[in-house]
């Protein structure tokens, strides 16, 4: 990979998107690369939680490549915009939980590509903006969607349309960011929220994600029906067997991953 780092851990996979002298922004090798990342680390039972990063101390990812789509024809944007959809799909639904680490800009699709993670944990420094009608065009890699879903559909409209930079208490403020904390903090905190969740029934995790992503698209009804078919599922694991006796034996639970 060129543009990517990643490294595994004690079952948290780091992915780090690595062009710091563009300030990380994505170019379509960038998104070929994340997407057979995500791809393989959608299969890997030894990952159970994923962050995203920036490198270098000022950006997380300030957005797609603007020198890649100067000069692009129409159908060259219709494709780049396709790939960041698939790319961010697979990474939004793959069964492992995802912290985007907010390390400075977050701007057009670097904001989108933090709300195709899970969470968003924002380092202090952070500034989140969907700044692309300042570039004759508009949010291509799910801003449109996911910013309204995430903040409402006024703020999402007051986003876009002003392109104002919005600092991390803000962020936090509208329900962008999860957590604002001290930028040196910002790594530490991430792997303690996935120590956190990784202690959980993995399996269970998976399926309450796969039932919330579900059913923010469908009608509540359907949602429910959604849900009550994973809960079944769980029904089949021995997760469920040994938290619900450990509860009763008044024992901590051995939870494993199904
Ligand atoms: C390409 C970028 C870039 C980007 C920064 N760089 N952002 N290159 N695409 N999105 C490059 C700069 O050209 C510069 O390269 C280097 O990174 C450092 O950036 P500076 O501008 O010198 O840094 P600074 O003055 O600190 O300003 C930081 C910044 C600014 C505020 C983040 O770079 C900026 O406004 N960037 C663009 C943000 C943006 O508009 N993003 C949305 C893109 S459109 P050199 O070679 O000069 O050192 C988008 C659409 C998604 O995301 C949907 C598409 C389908």
Same mark, same amino acid.
Do not use: A, D, S
């Given at each position: 990979m060129n543009n990517l780092l990643f490294n595994v851990e004690n079952e948290v996979g780091v992915i780090t998107i690595n062009r710091p002298k563009a300030l990380n922004a994505l170019n379509s090798e960038t998104l070929s690369e994340l997407k057979q990342l995500v791809s393989e680390i959608e299969e890997r039972k030894d990952i159970k939680v994923v962050i995203v990063i920036g490198s270098g101390e000022k950006a997380f990812v300030a957005g797609a490549d603007i020198a890649e789509m100067v000069n692009g024809t129409p159908v060259e944007g219709r494709q780049m915009c396709l790939l960041a959809h698939e790319t961010f799909a697979k990474l939004e639904n793959i069964p492992q939980v995802t912290i985007a680490a907010v390390n400075g800009y977050a701007l057009g699709g670097g904001c989108e590509l933090s709300m195709a993670c899970d969470i968003r944990i924002a380092a202090d420094n952070a500034k989140f903006a969907q700044p692309e009608v300042n570039l004759g065009?508009?949010? =291509?890699? =799910?801003g449109t969607q996911r910013l309204p879903r995430l903040v409402g559909k006024g703020r999402a409209k007051e986003l876009i349309f002003t392109t104002d930079q919005i600092d991390a208490q803000e962020a936090y403020r509208i329900g962008l960011a999860n957590k604002v904390v001290p930028k040196d903090e910002l790594m530490s905190t991430c792997l303690k929220m996935a120590e956190k969740i990784i202690s959980k029934a993995s399996y269970a995790v998976a399926l309450a994600k796969s039932a919330i992503n579900t059913g923010m698209d469908v009608d509540l009804a359907s949602g429910c029906r959604f849900e009550s078919d994973l809960f079944g599922l769980a029904f089949s694991t021995n997760d469920k067997k040994e938290g619900m006796s450990a509860f009763l034996e008044k024992r901590k639970a051995a939870l494993k991953d199904f």
């Open positions: 065009i508009l949010p =291509g890699f =799910g």
